[in-house]
Nanobody, 121 residues
Framework: VQLQASGGGLVQAGGSLRLSCATS????MGWFRQAPGKEREFVSA????????YYAESVKGRFTISRDNAKNTVYLQMNSLKPEDTAVYYC???????????????????WGQGTQVTVSS
């Protein structure tokens, strides 16, 4: 499974970015991020059907995850960005997740290469 994340960049605080992750097949998908010197952390996830959606508390109300299965693409719309959102963002995929597994790094079988998001103050 190849995952291709894109859409990162440099943006001022308060700005927006939309990340995309192209995938293939029928997978539950997640977005994670890793800042320098920190562990990779959960951001958001969505089930294959789109029915189940999860967000980290730190991004609720600002980020929106969605997917277009016809295009095999998952999106992460990031609004009201803050400097603390600066990190490398990774998309991940797994064929079958349940509940808390969506939010757990080790539960995902496939990972993309990451895209850098930098938010300046």
């Amino acid at each position: 499974v190849q995952l291709q994340a894109s859409g990162g960049g440099l943006v001022q605080a308060g700005g927006s970015l939309r990340l995309s992750c192209a995938t293939s097949g029928r997978y539950d998908m997640g977005w994670f991020r890793q800042a320098p010197g920190k562990e990779r952390e959960f951001v958001s996830a969505i089930s294959w059907t789109g029915v189940s959606i999860y967000y980290a508390e730190s991004v609720k109300g600002r980020f929106t995850i969605s997917r277009d299965n016809a295009k095999n693409t998952v999106y992460l719309q990031m609004n009201s960005l803050k400097p603390e959102d600066t990190a490398v963002y990774y998309c991940a995929a797994d064929p079958d997740l349940r509940l808390r597994q969506f939010m757990t790094v080790d539960e995902y079988e496939y990972w993309g290469q990451g895209t850098q998001v930098t938010v300046s103050s």
